[in-house]
């Protein structure tokens, strides 16, 4: 995994340490949500912790980390000789440092917000060689690059909880195998809809 992406959260609570006095403003959320199915056979889920710190008067930062459960979609330039086997199962971590504007502080509250981080497979894909039918031959593991990504989310609080959407867009990575040929893309980008709480508030 790459140092700078283990350094995103150090970053961000060095920032909280450094900004103690204003530890009454930190919240601490987790959302669980389903993804949209629309070129995928598999459910969807996701969920995501996330620190957040009030800025502004309107406004919070945070840390997104974020975990998927079938959120993949691929393309093998040639099937006869490829195919990914999505019966193993697939995901993304990420971790997005985000910025949320408040429309106001109301207990019903409008938000909008967005954020650039690091996106990355769970763990590898199983390649097969050979079509589907007849049965495969031989078996891939194949590791994809992690990609910088972009979030868009909105939605809306209302006390401790909240419902949001949210898009990930993340350039599509390329599926190569060992020998160095490319075989085919993954796509790493996803839709989901989430319903979150606040679990931890601290207060002066």
Request: some cysteine; glycine content about 10%; proline content about 4%.
């Given at each position: 995994m790459s140092k700078r992406i283990i350094l995103l959260p150090v970053l961000?609570?060095?920032?909280?340490?450094l900004n103690a006095?204003?530890?009454?403003?930190?919240?601490?959320?987790?959302?669980?949500?389903?993804?949209?199915?629309?070129?995928?056979?598999s459910f969807g889920l996701f969920l995501n912790v996330e620190p957040k710190l009030k800025s502004s008067k309107n406004t919070t930062i945070g840390l997104k980390a974020g975990i998927t459960a079938n959120s993949l979609?691929?393309?093998i330039y040639d099937s006869t000789q490829f195919f990914v086997n999505e019966e193993s199962g697939n995901g993304i971590i990420s971790f997005v440092p985000t910025f949320d504007f408040h429309w106001n502080k109301n207990?019903?509250?409008?938000?909008?917000?967005?954020?650039?981080?690091?996106?990355?497979?769970?763990?590898y894909l199983d390649i097969h060689e050979g079509s589907s039918i007849p049965p495969p031959r031989d078996v891939l593991e194949v590791d994809v690059n992690y990609k910088i990504g972009f979030?868009?989310?909105?939605?809306?609080?209302l006390?401790?909880?909240?419902l949001g959407l949210e898009y990930n867009f993340v350039p599509k990575a390329?599926?190569?195998?060992?020998?160095?040929?490319?075989?085919?893309?993954?796509?790493?980008?996803?839709?989901?809809l989430s319903i979150g709480f606040i679990i931890i508030d601290w207060k002066k």
């Amino acid at each position: 995994m790459s140092k700078r992406i283990i350094l995103l959260p150090v970053l961000f609570f060095c920032l909280c340490h450094l900004n103690a006095q204003k530890w009454k403003d930190m919240k601490l959320g987790m959302e669980i949500g389903i993804l949209d199915l629309s070129e995928s056979e598999s459910f969807g889920l996701f969920l995501n912790v996330e620190p957040k710190l009030k800025s502004s008067k309107n406004t919070t930062i945070g840390l997104k980390a974020g975990i998927t459960a079938n959120s993949l979609t691929y393309e093998i330039y040639d099937s006869t000789q490829f195919f990914v086997n999505e019966e193993s199962g697939n995901g993304i971590i990420s971790f997005v440092p985000t910025f949320d504007f408040h429309w106001n502080k109301n207990k019903f509250r409008p938000n909008l917000g967005f954020g650039i981080g690091s996106y990355l497979l769970v763990t590898y894909l199983d390649i097969h060689e050979g079509s589907s039918i007849p049965p495969p031959r031989d078996v891939l593991e194949v590791d994809v690059n992690y990609k910088i990504g972009f979030l868009l989310r909105g939605g809306f609080e209302l006390g401790r909880s909240r419902l949001g959407l949210e898009y990930n867009f993340v350039p599509k990575a390329d599926i190569e195998i060992p020998n160095g040929s490319k075989i085919g893309t993954v796509d790493l980008s996803y839709l989901g809809l989430s319903i979150g709480f606040i679990i931890i508030d601290w207060k002066k």
